[in-house]
């Protein structure tokens, strides 16, 4: 996996302290984008996947994918999604698709089977809105992925500590 950096102990990336995981690459060109060097498929290091567990395993927290945009790597960050749920670690997972998007294309579905909740869609600059809690603009959902699978709509995460 190509991994710009990996940050322990975040709190803005989901609720309580997270380890967050930026993957390289993103396709959206979002105006305004905070992090514009992460669009670059090729930038930050390979990774496999036992490195980034340890990493996980070392600090303890819940996880966080983010960049760029994970989907871009989509076989393998649902893979390494899977293990992480294995030993009981919590996922979020940033992207700039839609969950409409994701749920439609055949190569990004599998990754909602491994991911709690998907804070979705573009980063939109005329809709920022800096009081929204871990999401930039108020188009970006907060997705409580296995209710909405299972009532096939979109179900948004209730954020109970806010
Ligand atoms: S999806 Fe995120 S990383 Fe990609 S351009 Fe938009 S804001 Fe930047």
Same mark, same amino acid.
């Not at 060097?37 to 966080?64: H, L, P």
């Not at 698709?97 to 579905?109: G, H, M, P, Q, S």
């Given at each position: 996996m190509r991994v710009i950096r990996i940050v322990e102990g975040t709190s803005v990336d989901g609720p309580g302290l997270r380890t967050a995981i930026y993957f390289a690459?993103?396709?959206?060109h979002?105006?305004?984008?905070?992090?514009p060097s992460t669009? %670059?498929?090729?930038?930050?290091q390979e990774m496999d996947m036992d490195e980034i567990i340890a990493r996980v395993e070392e600090a303890g927290f819940n996880v966080t994918f983010t960049g760029g945009d994970p989907l871009l790597q989509a076989d393998e960050i649902s893979r390494l999604a899977s293990e992480l749920k294995l030993r009981?670690?919590?996922?979020w997972c940033y992207t700039g698709y839609t969950f409409e998007d994701v749920v439609a294309d055949e190569a990004?579905?599998?990754?909602l089977d491994h991911?709690?909740?998907?804070? %979705?869609?573009?980063f939109?600059?005329?809709?920022?809105?800096?009081?929204l809690?871990?999401?930039g603009s108020d188009n970006q959902r907060l997705i409580d992925v296995d209710r909405s699978l299972k009532s096939c709509s979109v179900i948004e995460y209730e954020d109970t500590d806010y």
């Amino acid at each position: 996996m190509r991994v710009i950096r990996i940050v322990e102990g975040t709190s803005v990336d989901g609720p309580g302290l997270r380890t967050a995981i930026y993957f390289a690459g993103c396709n959206h060109h979002c105006e305004g984008c905070h992090n514009p060097s992460t669009w %670059d498929k090729s930038a930050g290091q390979e990774m496999d996947m036992d490195e980034i567990i340890a990493r996980v395993e070392e600090a303890g927290f819940n996880v966080t994918f983010t960049g760029g945009d994970p989907l871009l790597q989509a076989d393998e960050i649902s893979r390494l999604a899977s293990e992480l749920k294995l030993r009981g670690y919590d996922v979020w997972c940033y992207t700039g698709y839609t969950f409409e998007d994701v749920v439609a294309d055949e190569a990004l579905r599998p990754v909602l089977d491994h991911i709690d909740v998907l804070v %979705d869609g573009p980063f939109v600059l005329s809709r920022r809105n800096i009081g929204l809690r871990f999401r930039g603009s108020d188009n970006q959902r907060l997705i409580d992925v296995d209710r909405s699978l299972k009532s096939c709509s979109v179900i948004e995460y209730e954020d109970t500590d806010y």
